[in-house]
């Protein structure tokens, strides 16, 4: 299988080498929040890490399932609900192959994505549509990071995979997604380049 493997993701969070990790909430998810646009649902958060953005959503009243198929990752999350008495299911699953028991109303994808392999891109965007109730949302944050031998040898390089803007919008197809017109947040990364965020519906 290409890239990396929960093997390699559990050595990065044993060497503390995370430094995908804000240590809070992503500030784009706090300003979905804020604003209402991102109201209590049934939520599905793949590729969790160390869970703050499910403990958030936890937090606010939302019925969140964190995902991840590390065992530090999910480790962390469970911890960090822990140490704040909040309630949300951690499941130890390859996002490849879950099957919740059932649909979500939302998914909110924060550096899962990147961190695959574009091998499997496809797998995973008809995964993330399977999980969706029709008219569901998938709040997203595309990350943007291009890397000099991409760019001008044709490498495909990372964790993190660069999501170009272009092949996401063939692999969130329409008339499978509907997007909303651009410009896109731009969220600002302290370590890696910038993510953009928008919200895609399930059609
Ligand atoms: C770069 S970290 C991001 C963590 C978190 N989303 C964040 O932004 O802080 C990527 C996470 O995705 C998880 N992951 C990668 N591929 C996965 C897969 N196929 N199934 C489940 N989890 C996966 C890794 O274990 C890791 O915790």
Known sequence: MAGPTTEFWQERFEKKETRWDRGAPNPQLLAWLDSGALQPCRIAVPGCGGGWEVAEL???GFDVTGLD???????????????????????????????PGQVFDAVYEQTCLCAIHPDHWLQYARQLRQWLKPEGSLWVLFMQAIRPAASEEGLIEGPPYHCDINAMWALFAQPDWAWP???????PHPVLVHELGLRLIRR
């Not at 017109?181 to 969220?187: D, I």
Request: charged fraction near 25%; charge should be positive; glycine fraction near 0%.
């Open 69 to 99: 198929y590390t065992p530090a990752a999910v480790a962390k999350t469970r911890a960090l609900l822990d140490t704040q008495s909040l309630k949300a299911e951690v499941v130890q699953a390859d996002v490849l192959s879950y099957q």
């Open 58 to 60: 936890a937090r606010r």
């Open 181 to 187: 017109k651009p410009p896109y947040a731009k969220v």
